[in-house]
Nanobody, 124 residues
């Protein structure tokens, strides 16, 4: 089992920044990749960014490239999502998740464990 706890969400004006954190505990040695997803009301959960535990390889969805940065601190079992130049369309609940598998980076069904989510609201 892996437990994930997100924090750092909140209300921010367009153009502002937030940094989300996700702390992992439990059987974290089995993790291959950590990802961030988001879900707005009435929409499907969508991939935002991912990073491999053993390397610094990252992936981003096109809409956040150049604005969001995913990073990690292996010693703290923590993954971060730095979000800059936020837009109202970034408003959603943000979830971190962990996967034991390579490939299918963008597919939420490839992720085994999920956090409870943290709300990000960007006002115009």
């Amino acid at each position: 089992q892996v437990q994930l706890v997100e924090s750092g969400g909140g209300l921010v004006q367009a153009g502002g920044s937030l940094r989300l954190s996700c702390v992992a505990s439990g059987r974290t040695f089995s993790n291959y990749r950590m990802g961030w997803f988001r879900q707005a009301p009435g929409t499907e959960r969508e991939f935002v960014a991912a990073i491999l535990w053993s390397t610094y390889n990252t992936a981003y969805t096109d809409s956040v490239k150049g604005r969001f940065t995913i990073s990690k601190d292996n010693a703290k079992n923590t993954v971060y999502l730095q979000m800059n130049s936020l837009k109202p369309e970034d408003t959603a609940i943000y979830y971190c998740a962990t996967s034991r598998y390579s490939g299918r980076t963008y597919d939420p069904t490839a992720y085994d464990y999920w956090g409870q989510g943290t709300q990000v609201t960007v006002s115009s």
